[in-house]
């Protein structure tokens, strides 16, 4: 199983509709590819996890990276993990208000994650809300 998580900005505040729409497309493609994941928007930022084949990851990232509603993508991680992490997800989301941290959101989710695989994305969540 491969995994990659990055980060981007939004090109400008999205509203629920336009999220529903980049899910709705999420969802339909993943389904397709085996790929799962999260994506987590806060007010300034995108932090998604994706896993599945490396070929499909890796496809699917690269499209993404080409979608003009964001900017300034930047990979995080890439590489081999154990298992599938979100079994259950074609993409888990959640926004996150100005009052909550985006650390608060990961760790709802990744409640029955590897505790290796949980600990990174608590600490790229941690380090964003850290940069404010
Ligand atoms: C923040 C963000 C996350 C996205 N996540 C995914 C994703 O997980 N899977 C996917 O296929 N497309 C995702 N997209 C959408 C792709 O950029 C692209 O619009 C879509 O894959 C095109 O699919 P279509 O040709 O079926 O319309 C995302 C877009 C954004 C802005």
Redesign the pocket.
């Known amino acids: 199983m491969y995994r990659l998580v990055y980060i ?1 900005t ?1 090109k400008r505040a999205l509203g629920s509709d336009e999220l529903l729409t ?1 899910l709705a ?2 969802t ?3 389904r397709r ?1 085996e ?1 799962t ?1 999260i ?1 987590i ?1 806060d007010h300034k930022r ?1 932090l ?1 996890y ?1 896993e599945g084949s490396e070929d499909k990851v890796e496809e ?1 990232f690269a ?2 990276s ?2 003009p ?2 900017f300034a993508i930047s990979r995080l991680k890439s590489g081999s993990i154990e298992r599938r992490q979100f079994p259950g997800w074609s ?1 888990a989301s959640k926004t996150v208000d100005q009052c909550n941290s985006l650390r608060d959101a990961v760790s709802e989710l990744v409640k029955d994650c590897d505790r290796d695989v949980a600990a990174e994305l608590l600490s790229f969540a941690e380090a964003r809300d850290r940069a404010g």
Request: proline share 4%; glycine share 4%; net charge positive.
């Open positions: 981007s939004p980049i497309a999420a339909k493609n993943n590819n790929i994941g994506l928007q995108f998604q994706l699917t499209r993404i080409a979608d509603r964001h993409m």
